[in-house]
């Protein structure tokens, strides 16, 4: 019995003690949640599975909210805090969310001004914070079928142009975005002086570039011309190509995570992890990303998850 008695009360201590230890001792912080967003094309999701990844691989939660919406919308998402971060493009910044603002043009003809002036306004404003960005240019483009080109003598958008005033055939696939932004297909016809007629255009509510290049490849509707972006995976594997911008109309987009301003005041480790992973992302590693999952179907995360294996990035 004495034993017994003995042995309930060693028991007793020794759980009084762990106890205590635990108590006294810094409990683990948990990091996050986060809720990553992400754009509703192809690249959108890769880029923003690329940042969800790397992160939970340093023990952050994470919480998946892809394919936000378009870039209105995911913006909205982010400045009410639905979403903590997403991934954006530099020229966005300053063509969009503060339009108003006057600019020397220079800055966006210049990645690095680009940057550092988008991620400036977007601190002292709203409280946002710009990580560095990837060093591809996913610019806005017109990508013709290669026959096409050939046959008409058309590389640039400047003889394009001059087809299409000389009552040429042309039927353009893009998103209702690229047609009214004034930055993305109206930039392009005040720069070389043409104008589309609503008969020369396909819009689609998707911003997904493998489908309006699909359209383009196919004929679907009539259409021989596409939106596209500079980092597509689909251009090549369709035999499509991407007519030269010689005036240089388009503002250089470099994809970048942005983040709610509390986030990374909270965990400013964040920088350390993300900046690393979009530095590898040049646009041959960009394309190719892409045409994984737009050409050969393959799920987003899973592309994501594979290139951060091989590039060492996580386990």
Same mark, same amino acid.
């Given at each position: 019995m004495r034993r017994q008695v003995a042995l309930f009360v060693a028991l007793a201590l020794v759980g009084t003690m762990l106890v205590g230890c635990e108590a006294d001792g810094p409990? &683990? &912080? +948990?990091? $996050?949640? !986060? =809720?990553? $967003?992400?754009?509703i094309d192809v690249e959108g999701p890769v880029l923003g599975y690329l940042m969800a990844i790397a992160l939970e691989d340093e023990g952050f939660e994470v919480v998946d909210s892809m394919r936000t919406g378009a870039t209105d919308v995911v913006r909205r998402a982010l400045l009410a805090g639905e979403i903590d971060a997403y991934p954006e493009y530099t020229a966005n910044a300053l063509t969009v969310f503060y339009a108003d603002e006057t600019l020397d043009p220079a800055v966006l003809k210049d990645a690095r001004a680009t940057y550092e002036t988008a991620a400036e306004f977007d601190l002292e404003n709203e409280n946002i914070v710009w990580l560095e960005p990837a060093p591809a240019n996913n610019t806005w483009a017109v990508a013709v079928p290669r026959e096409f080109a050939d046959d008409n003598a058309i590389s640039t958008l400047e003889e394009w142009a001059s087809y299409i005033n000389d009552g040429g055939e042309v039927k353009v696939a893009g998103s209702q &975005?690229?047609?009214?932004?004034?930055d993305a297909m109206p930039a392009f016809e005040e720069a070389y002086g043409f104008s589309l007629t609503a008969d020369q255009r396909l819009s689609l509510a998707t911003g997904d570039t493998a489908v309006t290049a699909k359209a383009a490849a196919e004929g679907t509707d009539g259409v021989n011309a596409a939106m /596209?972006? $500079? =980092?597509?995976?689909t !251009? /090549? /594997? %369709?035999?499509?190509? +991407?007519?030269?911008?010689? %005036?240089g109309v388009q503002p250089i987009y470099q994809p970048a995570p942005v983040f709610r301003g509390e986030v990374i005041e909270r965990y400013p480790e964040i920088r350390g992890i993300l900046e690393p992973v979009f530095a590898r992302l040049d646009l041959e590693t960009l394309q190719s990303l892409n045409a994984k999952v737009a050409l050969e179907g393959r799920d987003a995360r899973d592309v994501a998850e594979e290139w951060l294996r091989s590039e060492g990035f996580i386990d």
């Open positions: 409990a &683990e &912080e +948990v990091k $996050g949640p !986060i =809720t990553v $967003g992400s754009k &975005e690229f047609f009214d932004r004034d /596209a972006y $500079g =980092t597509d995976g !251009i /090549a /594997a %369709l035999d499509l190509f +991407v007519l030269e911008d010689p %005036l």
